[in-house]
């Protein structure tokens, strides 16, 4: 066998997905939707992100809107900042967390207790460090609304401010779009080719009460994604769009952080006895091996493949260009990390974050 056939062809087959994701990924340009966003935050210990994260939430245009933050036991002044920022805005409410139930992660049971305290006719949940734009809720809830979705989600642009977050961070857009067949567009309706950002995600609230809400994923870490799964599989249509221009997200600030946070979603990911020799074959013949490969033409065409296609996603990113160069050790880590995430599981040490662990379940 010609190796370096071998590993060409690996790497024509993200270019080719990714291409074709890249030319259909929805772009919003609605600017008014009708009815009530409620923009839904499960903050806990956030009080750096909180105070950023409702003032953009509440400068939305286009859509009436409200915000819920529900407190999580945070031991920070999180709580007082929401109360201040309520006291000034009644768009504005502050809802405790109960403890913590058995079988629940905790920002799947903050979020189902956000729902049962919202009154919007859509649910937008964001993470405390999301800065929405203004025209995001509506842009999101008009396609909904136009598109009959039940659910739609998009990838912030991420905010990339360490060496430790360009290793790592831009593998979010890159694997979505280069491997994702359909890149989660609504046309996609199978559940397997779901896909959502837990970041920035928009729910119908007569679909999301029909299936359960986030009750009914209680236990997975990567609720975006069980929630995507679990609307097309009861008959729902659900969406990824271009996420870049509607909100901006520093998710992870330098490599301990974006390690472990990462490590928490791997084993509702790649890191499956099945599913992990697989991406270890795809991601490392396809953006490792052409180097080892070199001067051979086949691994010189694989290269300009792979960064062309590395270039084309982090341009609609929006993400740093600096981090282009640097995607062979972006693919090297994201594989460190799933095969360490599956070697803490076969040692039975579970997933964690903010100070809780959880037992890491298979997504829905």
């Not at 189902?112 to 842009?139: N, S």
């Not at 009959?148 to 857009?173: D, F, K, W, Y």
């Not at 769009?241 to 791997?266: H, I, Q, S």
């Amino acid at each position: 066998m010609d190796w370096t056939w071998l590993c060409l062809g690996l790497t024509a087959l993200p270019a080719s997905i990714g291409l074709h994701n890249l030319r259909r990924l929805p772009g919003l340009t609605g600017d008014r939707a009708e009815g009530l966003v409620s923009v839904l935050i499960p903050a806990r210990d956030e009080a750096a992100n909180v105070e950023a994260c409702v003032t953009a939430a509440l400068a939305s245009r286009g859509v009436a809107v409200e915000v819920v933050v529900m407190d999580d036991g945070s031991t920070d002044g999180t709580p007082e900042i929401v109360r201040r920022l309520a006291a000034a805005d009644p768009r504005v409410r502050l809802a405790a967390a109960p403890p913590l139930p058995p079988d629940w992660t905790g920002k799947v049971h903050a979020c189902a207790r956000l729902a049962e305290a919202a009154r919007g006719d859509w649910l937008l949940f964001i993470d405390a460090d999301v800065r929405l734009a203004p025209g995001a809720a509506a842009a999101m809830a008009a396609h909904a609304a136009e598109k009959r979705l039940a659910m739609v989600s998009g990838v912030p642009r991420q905010v990339i401010g360490s060496l430790g977050e360009a290793l790592t961070v831009p593998g979010i857009n890159f694997l979505l779009l280069g491997y994702l067949p359909g890149g989660g567009r609504a046309e996609t309706v199978r559940p397997d080719l779901a896909a959502a950002c837990g970041q920035l995600v928009l729910c119908e609230r007569r679909a999301y009460d029909a299936i359960g809400g986030h009750g009914a994923v209680r236990r997975v870490l990567h609720e975006g994604l069980a929630l995507a799964r679990l609307f097309r599989t009861e008959g729902h249509r659900t969406e990824v769009v271009d996420g870049a221009p509607l909100a901006t997200c520093r998710m992870y600030r330098g490599f301990a952080e974006c390690w472990g946070g990462f490590l928490k979603n791997a084993r509702e990911g790649m890191a499956t006895p099945l599913g992990l020799p697989i991406w270890t074959v795809l991601l490392a013949g396809a953006h490792l091996w052409p180097w080892a490969l070199l001067p051979e033409m086949q691994a010189v065409l694989a290269i300009a493949l792979m960064l062309a296609l590395r270039a084309a996603v982090t341009i609609r990113a929006r993400e740093p260009w600096w981090t282009i160069p640097l995607h062979p050790a972006t693919m090297l880590v994201a594989l460190a990390i799933q095969w360490w995430a599956m070697a803490r599981w076969l040692m039975g040490r579970p997933a964690g974050w903010k100070g809780r662990a959880y037992p890491a379940t298979k997504a829905a």
